[in-house]
């Protein structure tokens, strides 16, 4: 990574562009936009970016298809922006790979705030490797030796807690759907399941959060699926 | 029935005879008290009765007294022979009073039968227009005539097909098997016809062709019915008419609540914007902060007003339609908490759902709405620093009760149907901003989950309550295996 990341910003609307591209150059990001799905795959593919961010409503290709063409060969963090009557698109493009939303009107310390995920999770995705050890706050969970630990103090965690906290902080900061949750943690015949998920993630809370009602790591996205925060 | 008119034609005939030979036997008897122009006198009595039976039976009467007075009583007796002018006098006189009389009475006769005939056509028409007033509904209409030609024209396969131009599906009445009537049958159809064109169709089977009575009873038949499906397609286009008035006067309602609600914060984003881009306001200054502030925070609000436009065009076209799921409702409660905090920073938030409520099927991100819009409207009403309270309970008949509740000023009973409608406002539209859209929303939402929502006073406090039904297709909320053994 370069020392100004390189963002690709997809948007058929030309005033966001414009916002955006004044925004994130303050901002001292570099940055490239395309008005056009295939403009910005073609855009992606000659000069590879950190992070891409991607209308669902653009006029020629659907956003959840420009989700599965990046994917066929690069591991570049998408976050997706939709409109609020667009859920469903937004779920797809989340389960096509997308690894973040952003719902318009959006504030510009929310983006920077994902942005920021975004690019921590590109250089894992550069370095290919895995972090084993996962730090959020007072939690620590270390992936490989099956051991989470709250402020020093071992948490007992079941079998089906410890494989559902791990995928989701193996995947710290990206929204992940319902569907690929209980795909990874259950079983791909149980993604129409949620209870099971509601479940379970009430009992993780329990077990990790201060207060499990108004939950700091384990993060509810309404209609989505759940996020892990690391800070 | 042609077949019996001609038998009974028949048997009048034979009947016409058989007097004339009686009258004939009992004269004859009596001749020797009698006189020759009183023989002829009675034998007008059976000509006459005859008459009344038709001119047929009427004439061959009159003949055949003719005959018989001839033969048994002018001399020379029993042969037709005449030999005094006197008496060929008195049998041509016989003959053309006979003739005369039977013809009067015969007409008469059968042109009461015409009256009568028509009197009948009237009554039959006057019953149908009177059953076909006022129905609304092309099948009611088809069956209302359908009935009445069974009943009137007996026929063997009767089907009405009523299909106004313009019309898409047909109402159709066939009881007795529809059309198709075997071939060795008439089949009878009429069209029903106004000047505004094709109404649609009488098909009528029948073993024989239709007197020309009949036939023009039908076919007023017809003409009644056609004018009752104009009646009725009439007053079909009045009511859309007045279904579309009526959405145009809540579209109006909409456009001015919209445009009003939504220039507010324009006017003020304007004003803030233009503000900072003239220079006037120095960069390190509160003004500065309050203009961006003010900006923001109007963005938002423009924000919830579109976002609920859009609910609402979306439950009016029935596409709200709730992905429900087993979900676990203190879970929705905390989001909706989480993300309300700072606007309820002034109220005090009481909670109390409990954790091991059961599993609700509900579309997380709905109820979530329902319950962001109660809490806003309890924060616009009740006074700062009291406190809002949300409760939720099993109740016995399978559902979850939820309360939300606050210390704002009770609500006249008469309000309490009505704040879930669109645009009704219990407080004059200027002090509080707002669509006079959230409530609706709710009951919508609410609603479309099988749900009930209303509002109450308590002796205290004013509360929105809904209820959410615990099942889903029938199930029960499941109760899930969950580990309790830690690796």
Same mark, same amino acid.
């Given at each position: 990574m370069s020392a100004q990341p390189h963002i690709l910003v997809i948007d058929d609307e030309p005033q966001i562009l414009r916002a955006l591209r004044t925004i994130l150059v303050e901002k001292h990001f570099r940055v490239t936009t395309a008005s056009r799905g295939e403009e910005g795959l073609a855009l992606a593919a000659a000069n590879p970016p950190d992070v891409i961010i991607l209308d669902l409503g653009l006029p020629d290709l659907d956003g959840t298809e420009v989700c599965a063409r990046l994917r066929e060969w690069t591991l570049t963090p998408i976050i997706v922006l939709s409109a609020r009557e667009s859920e469903r698109d937004k779920v797809a493009a989340l389960d096509q790979g997308a690894d973040d939303y952003l719902t318009k009107p959006f504030g510009i310390e929310e983006l920077l705030a994902r942005l920021r995920v975004a690019l921590r999770h590109s250089a894992r995705a550069q370095n290919k490797t895995k972090a084993t050890v996962v730090k959020a706050g007072d939690l620590v969970i270390d992936l490989a030796g099956h051991v989470v630990t709250r402020n020093g103090a071992e948490v007992k965690l079941t079998a089906t807690e410890f494989r559902l906290l791990a995928y989701l902080a193996a995947n710290a900061g990206r929204v992940l759907t319902h569907q690929s949750i209980l795909a990874h943690v259950?079983?791909?015949?149980?993604?129409?399941?949620v209870e099971y998920l509601r479940v379970y993630m009430r009992q993780l809370r329990k077990k990790l959060e201060d207060d499990p009602r108004q939950p700091v790591y384990l993060l509810t996205e309404p209609g989505v699926g759940y996020r892990f925060m690391v800070d | 029935m042609s077949r019996r008119f001609q038998l009974s034609s028949l048997l009048f005939y034979t009947l016409a005879i058989f007097a004339i030979a009686a009258t004939a036997g009992v004269l004859h008897l009596l001749r020797g008290s009698l006189s020759t122009p009183t023989i002829a006198l009675f034998f007008l009595l059976p000509v006459g009765a005859s008459a009344v039976r038709g001119l047929g039976p009427g004439l061959t009467a009159a003949f055949c007294a003719f005959l018989a007075f001839n033969y048994?009583?002018?001399?020379?007796?029993?042969?037709?022979?005449?030999?005094h002018t006197q008496d060929v006098l008195v049998l041509i006189v016989f003959l053309i009073v006979a003739v005369t009389i039977s013809q009067l009475v015969g007409q008469a006769q059968s042109s009461r039968a015409v009256a009568e005939a028509r009197e009948r056509e009237a009554t039959h028409l006057y019953v149908l227009s009177a059953a076909l007033a006022g129905l609304r509904d092309y099948s009611e209409i088809a069956r209302t005539l359908g009935e009445h030609l069974q009943e009137v024209f007996h026929p063997t396969t009767i089907e009405i097909i009523i299909q106004p131009a313009g019309h898409a599906s047909p109402a159709t009445y066939a009881p007795l098997g529809g059309s198709g009537a075997p071939a060795s049958q008439a089949e009878h159809v009429v069209l029903l016809t106004t000047p505004r064109g094709k109404m649609g169709e009488i098909h009528l089977g029948k073993a024989q062709a239709l007197s020309p009575a009949n036939e023009r009873l039908l076919q007023a038949f017809a003409h009644q019915s056609a004018l009752a499906v104009e009646r009725a397609t009439l007053a079909q286009a009045e009511t859309r008419a007045e279904v579309l008035e009526e959405s145009d006067r809540l579209k109006s309602a909409l456009l001015s609540s919209v445009s009003h609600e939504l220039r507010t914060p324009l006017a003020t984003i304007k004003a803030a914007a233009t503000s900072l881009r003239?220079? /006037?306001?120095?960069?390190?200054?509160l003004a500065r902060g309050d203009l961006l502030g003010a900006i923001d925070e109007e963005v938002d609000l423009m924000n919830r007003l579109v976002g609920n436009l859009l609910d609402m065009s979306r439950i009016e076209s029935g596409a709200l339609k709730p992905r429900r799921e087993w979900n676990i409702l203190a879970e929705i409660v905390g989001g909706v908490i989480a993300r309300m905090r700072l606007a309820a920073q002034r109220h005090r938030l009481d909670i109390d759902v409990p954790e091991d409520l059961p599993l609700a099927p509900v579309d997380y991100v709905q109820v979530e709405q329902v319950l962001t819009n109660l809490i806003s409207n309890s924060l616009k009403y009740a006074p700062p620093g009291t406190t809002i309270r949300i409760h939720a309970r099993p109740t016995g008949e399978n559902a979850i009760h939820v309360q939300v509740s606050n210390e704002g000023p009770p609500v006249l009973p008469e309000h309490l149907e009505r704040?879930? /409608?669109?645009?009704?406002?219990?407080?004059?539209?200027?002090r509080i901003t707002g669509t006079g859209l959230g409530l609706s929303i709710c009951k919508g939402i609410v609603e479309a989950h099988g749900g009930r929502i209303w509002a109450e006073n308590l002796p205290d406090r004013f509360a929105f309550n809904f209820t959410l039904p615990l099942t889903l297709d029938g199930m029960a909320p499941p109760s899930l295996p969950v580990e309790t053994e830690p690796v």
């Open positions: 259950w079983d791909p015949a149980e993604v129409d399941s | 048994f009583f002018i001399e020379p007796l029993y042969t037709l022979v005449v030999h003239s220079g /006037d306001v120095p960069w390190e200054s704040i879930f /409608d669109k645009f009704y406002r219990v407080t004059a539209a200027d």
